[in-house]
């Protein structure tokens, strides 16, 4: 391990191997820290706090603070957190509000300065989140999102698989698979070409995005119209009509309107 003479461990605390701990960072005595994970200076993770293999935290960044939800009653609410996330400079991501639920932070994620995850979000894998981002509680996001610089979302909203919310957008309702948001308030505009293709997605794949996205906001059809149109489609087993359908009805929030 290479702990600097500085940081501060407290008792409890649990240290995988080969960890790196720079000069006045901070464990608090309830966290687990994964093989590899790497502190920088002044960076702190407390609380009930897991932190996977490969985590890299930078300066100033604090992960695992309590919840700021004003219905924090007390307990031992928490973090989960997978491998390889880097949380830079300033990041805050607070713990869930309820005694015993956890915020969750899957792998492969990256969270740029000044960014703030609230309590009980809940993170996929292989996110991109840019400087200043703001996730409210409750949000999820699912795999391979990006989030623009200074972009915030709603409570409870919900951002599905392979989308994109445009720097500075203010989302409030769901925003689907596969597509590109952008406003204030966001209203969906395109499907994410570039991110796909950069994903490994097929032509095949491309285009069915492209027919699922001209159904939902370009065929001039209320909500159900679409669901109805999308599930008697030819392709409506493929994976990419099957995610957009069933994201669409777990919506509580309503499905971002078209531009």
Not at 90 to 118: E, K, P
């Amino acid at each position: 391990m290479a702990i600097h003479p500085t940081a501060i461990i407290e008792a409890g605390a649990q240290l995988g191997v080969d960890v790196d701990l720079g000069a006045y960072s901070f464990v608090g005595r309830e966290v687990v820290l994964g093989d590899r994970a790497r502190l920088h200076h002044h960076a702190s993770v407390e609380g009930r706090t897991t932190l996977g293999a490969g985590c890299e935290v930078f300066p100033y960044a604090c992960i695992g603070g309590k919840t700021q939800d004003l219905k924090y009653k007390g307990g031992a609410p928490g973090i989960r957190i997978g491998n390889d996330n880097v949380f830079r400079e300033y990041v805050t991501v607070h713990a869930a509000t309820f005694d015993g639920d956890f915020t969750v932070i899957g792998s492969g994620n990256t969270v740029l300065a000044y960014s703030h995850i609230a309590h009980d979000c809940v993170i996929g894998n292989h996110c991109v989140m840019s400087n200043g981002t703001m996730l409210a509680g409750h949000v999820i996001v699912e795999d391979h999102v990006i989030i623009g610089g200074y972009g915030g979302v709603h409570q409870f909203c919900r951002l599905g698989a392979y989308a994109m919310l445009s720097a500075t957008a203010k989302l409030v309702q769901d925003l689907p698979p596969f597509f590109i948001a952008d406003g204030t308030p966001a209203v969906v505009r395109a499907y994410n070409k570039v991110g796909l293709e950069r994903n490994g997605h097929t032509a095949e794949q491309l285009d069915r995005v492209k027919q699922i996205f001209r159904i939902l906001y370009r065929d001039g059809l209320n909500r159900s119209q679409a669901l109805e149109k999308l599930s008697a489609h030819a392709d409506a087993a493929t994976a990419e009509f099957q995610r957009v359908i069933a994201f669409a009805k777990k919506s509580e929030r309503g499905i971002a309107p078209g531009a």
